[in-house]
């Protein structure tokens, strides 16, 4: 191979990297978008399948090929958001956002930059409440559009300019969205309590449920405290959430009662806080994250449908 031969392979190489390297934050910025890990693959096949359905000229005229990915997949995702609200209504029981295990390595940001846009840092959410089963939550409440404004913006750092090219619309329309979006998802979501703090009232929880104490349990709860499951119709789950510190211990209690100690519990991080996921005979059951506010426990997300349960029954 002559040296020029050997420089142009070489290149090829790096460039086909630098492509493959991009995959694990697509896969970052699509499940923020969508709420659902299986979703966020399929978005990202889907882009990828158009890089290469170009040729190797068209390949070579995009100056930033992440870039072009990223916007892509967003609109991808954009296509995904309004069919999946159809199917969403049609869903059996509460749908909740597909729950994430231990901390991924792409919980990051915008790669090799910087947010250069003047906006206020408080108008900024932090990379792991970004994935934090709360927020995600209050993201289905948003229209498409608000959500990929605030998500690429707030999160990620585009400028509402970037923003702007790659959902067609003006910049001051994306800086409403966001704006919008913000508004709501604030008055949702209660002061972010820490994760140490959560984990100690995620740990008392669990030991009174191993104990089926149902006296400690209320003691943790809010008093309006919520229990939401999601079992898609596929496994027995309540088809509305259960409200009440003292409805949702005897619900829980009863729950442990009927596995006649085949239930399992364990501590485990669940989007990037202490979450807990049951075992059923050996056979992961449920995740469950939890929300936290005032040393007292607000909600509680039970996720028991198999099929978003799979990231954690293949571990």
């Avoid at 869903?91 to 915008?110: A, Q």
């Avoid at 936290?292 to 571990?315: M, S």
């Amino acid at each position: 191979m002559t040296d020029r031969a050997k420089s142009r392979h070489e290149e090829s190489d790096s460039g086909l990297d630098a492509i493959i390297g991009e995959r694990r934050q697509l896969i970052g910025l699509a499940y923020r978008l969508l709420g659902s890990l299986a979703e966020a693959e399929d978005a990202v096949q889907e882009t990828y399948t158009r890089w290469y359905a170009m040729s190797p000229q068209q390949q070579a005229a995009i100056e930033a090929p992440g870039a072009w990915l990223r916007t892509v997949a967003t609109r991808v995702c954009l296509d995904l958001l309004g069919s999946a609200r159809v199917r969403r209504e049609r869903y059996v029981g509460e749908w909740i956002p597909e729950p994430l295990p231990e901390r991924t390595d792409w919980i990051s940001g915008r790669p090799g930059t910087t947010a250069t846009d003047p906006a206020d840092p408080a108008d900024r959410v932090t990379l792991d409440e970004s994935v934090g089963m709360a927020f995600l939550v209050v993201l289905e409440s948003l229209t498409p559009a608000q959500r990929v404004a605030l998500i690429l913006h707030d999160v990620f750092g585009y400028p509402f300019a970037e923003i702007a090219g790659i959902t067609g619309r003006t910049p001051a329309a994306c800086r409403e969205l966001a704006s919008s979006a913000r508004r709501r998802v604030r008055a949702s979501l209660p002061p972010d309590a820490s994760t140490a703090h959560q984990a100690g009232l995620v740990r008392d929880f669990k030991q009174a449920w191993d104990a089926r104490d149902i006296n400690a349990l209320v003691s943790l709860l809010a008093p309006d405290a919520t229990f939401t499951a999601d079992g898609g119709g596929m496994v027995a789950a309540a088809l509305h959430p259960i409200e009440g510190g003292e409805g949702i211990a005897r619900y829980v209690t009863d729950l442990a009662v009927r596995a006649s100690g085949g239930l399992t519990i364990l501590e485990r991080t669940v989007n990037g806080r202490a979450g807990l996921v049951l075992e059923y005979q050996g056979v992961t059951a449920a995740v469950c994250a939890f929300d936290v506010a005032n040393d007292l426990i607000t909600h509680i997300w039970a996720v028991r449908n198999p099929e978003k349960l799979r990231p954690w029954t293949a571990r």
